[in-house]
């Protein structure tokens, strides 16, 4: 027989999160079978119910500092690891969310879920934050390397993964959804500019100088003039510049660029470029000097000058 001369007074007894104000026993979580919500095992439950109860017991502070904690995080890290090392479990896993996330109630659910937190302002701001903030993290990036580095290692995810993208590519309503949202998406002027922007700071750090841009740098470098190379600047970028002078040094091929001079005719596409780069370099406050090929190659000196004299350099 179980000695309960510890336990406490019914009155002083812990209320049963679900609301129906019955006491719960020491050790246990809910009224037992007099808990209005749970039932008995929980065979009564329906679908709102169910929903009720976890958001009840997501929103519980006891919950909240479970999560919260680092230790039972690490702990939970620790479990998970050890059993995603065995490769039935790991198997098993993938498979039972594929299966799932391809159900079409599943996909209503998180679609429905999606749309309503999105919805929401503020719940939307707090979400990217959250995420960027995530990102920044050095446990992040280990963990997802780490991850990548595991799934790549076993020829049969890379190829399932080949085949799954390739599938969906010729599914026409995969295709008509993903060209109906980016149309959506484009149409944002500020997710455009956000793109773009991060398009040519990508292309600003992988580009490689030509060999006039090359020659032109040598020589800026060995007279100490302090420039920088391949700068994103808006939508644009410009081959040299000193950042905090905003002085910007164009070092245009005269064929590429169509010299006005030599009377070249390169592609229109970059004449519209530069006409458009020039434009908004003078209108955001930038000096901008543009050193052409044909004086490079006739008086490199008189075109360091130039650049000496703007940035100020002795």
């Known amino acids: 027989m179980s000695d309960n001369t510890n336990q406490k007074p019914i009155d002083e007894r812990r209320k049963c999160p679900c609301g129906c104000g019955n006491p719960v026993n020491p050790g246990r979580t809910w009224a037992g079978n007099g808990c209005a919500k749970r039932g008995k095992k929980g065979r009564t439950w329906s679908q709102e119910d169910r929903a009720e109860m976890g958001q009840i017991i997501r929103n519980s502070d006891k919950h909240k500092a479970a999560v919260q904690s680092q230790e039972n995080r690490d702990r939970t890290s620790v479990r998970f690891k050890a059993l995603w090392e065995d490769p039935t479990f790991r198997a098993d896993t993938m498979n039972k969310s594929q ?30 934050n959250a995420m960027a903030m995530a990102q920044l993290r050095p446990e992040t990036k280990i963990n997802r390397d780490a991850g990548w580095k595991l799934f790549k290692e076993s020829p049969d995810n890379m190829a399932g993964l080949v085949a799954r993208a390739r599938a969906l590519s010729e599914i026409p309503e995969v295709l008509e959804g993903r060209s109906k949202n980016m149309t959506r998406l484009w149409a ?33 470098t060995s007279r100490g003039i302090p420039l920088t190379t391949h700068i994103s600047v808006g939508h644009y970028v410009i081959d040299e510049a000193n950042i905090e002078l905003k002085i910007a040094v164009e070092i245009n091929g005269c064929y590429w660029h169509s010299c006005p001079e030599c009377g070249e ?50």
């Open 99 to 128: 299966m799932g996330n391809s159900r079409p109630e599943s996909k209503l659910k998180r679609s429905i879920a999606a749309t309503k937190m999105w919805a929401d302002t503020d719940k939307k701001i707090e979400n990217r």
């Open 188 to 220: 944002d002027p500020v997710y455009r500019d956000r793109v773009i922007t991060s398009m040519v700071r990508v292309f600003a750090d992988t580009q490689k100088p030509s060999s006039l841009h090359a020659d032109v740098k040598r020589s800026l």
């Open 265 to 314: 005719k390169g592609p229109k596409s970059n004449l519209g470029r530069d006409k458009s780069k020039r434009t908004y370099l003078k209108n955001h406050g930038w000096t901008l000097i543009e050193i052409w090929e044909h004086e490079w190659k006739a008086d490199p000196t008189t075109c360091l000058e130039r650049i000496r004299k703007a940035v100020g350099y002795c």
